[in-house]
């Protein structure tokens, strides 16, 4: 079964300071990866998925991951951090095969973003 | 363009009342549909999935049931709530699993108080 680990619980960055939330996984094939994004009392927001070709993925808002496969890892960055970037991250890791489509979300980092 | 709704946005309930909550997909057919509750600080926990029509799959004993009426409505349940059932409940979607690279896309949640 997979797994997904952010090791940070909550990161506080200086806005305009660059951001690199970690993220690790664990899957035996080719995994397919996502990054949400959850403001204050709403959904999550889909920011960027990596599932095949180019390992460095751009999403909305500036930010972009890398797939390692060496390291198991899916690391969100983003050079500038904006005061409305604060907000809860989750990185989740799909499988694909048989009618049970499920992804595996790790806990989120919480990012708080100070003037 | 595909859309998911989901109702109410919050909801104050005492003890023992009956609990029912709405979700519903538009623009796509035979979608997967996934309940998932977030109490706070404990990421995402996923309550059920439907891969169609009367198909439930429960991830975890509770007290709470869910049903999937019609192809694209799904719907949470609870015949008496506890106290240990008020979070954040959110309702998603996917497509088939021949199409994981997809991801899901969540609706905007419903904050449950049970007080």
New interface residues.
């Given amino acids: 079964a997979q797994s997904v680990t952010q090791p940070d619980i909550h990161i506080t960055v200086s806005e305009g300071a660059s951001l690199e939330l970690r993220c690790n996984y664990s899957y035996g094939a080719t995994p397919?990866l996502?990054w949400?994004v959850q403001s204050p009392?709403?959904?999550?927001?889909?920011l960027l998925?990596y599932?095949?070709g180019d390992t460095l993925v751009q999403g909305i808002k500036g930010f972009e991951a890398e797939f390692k496969r060496s390291q198991s890892s899916f690391n969100l960055r983003k050079p500038s951090v904006h005061w409305s970037d604060a907000a809860e991250y989750?990185c989740?890791v799909?499988?694909?095969?048989?009618?049970?489509?499920?992804?595996t979300?790790?806990?989120?980092t919480l990012l708080t973003v100070n003037p | 363009s595909q859309t998911i709704h989901q109702w109410p946005a919050t909801l104050v309930q005492p003890v023992g009342s009956p609990l029912s909550l709405e979700c519903t997909v538009e623009g796509t057919s035979n979608p997967n549909l996934y309940w998932y509750r977030q109490a706070a600080g404990r990421g995402l926990q996923l309550l059920f999935y439907s891969v169609g029509i009367g198909q439930i799959s429960s991830e975890v004993p509770q007290n709470l049931s869910a049903s999937r009426p019609q192809d694209r409505q799904f719907i949470l349940s609870s015949k008496k709530l506890l106290l240990s059932d008020s979070g954040f409940y959110l309702c998603a979607w996917s497509r088939t699993s021949r199409a994981p690279h997809y991801g899901y896309t969540f609706g905007s949640g419903t904050r449950l108080t049970v007080v």
């Fill in positions: 397919y996502f949400y009392g709403q959904g999550l927001q889909l998925k599932f095949s989750f989740a799909g499988a694909s095969g048989g009618s049970n489509y499920k992804l979300f790790g806990k989120g």
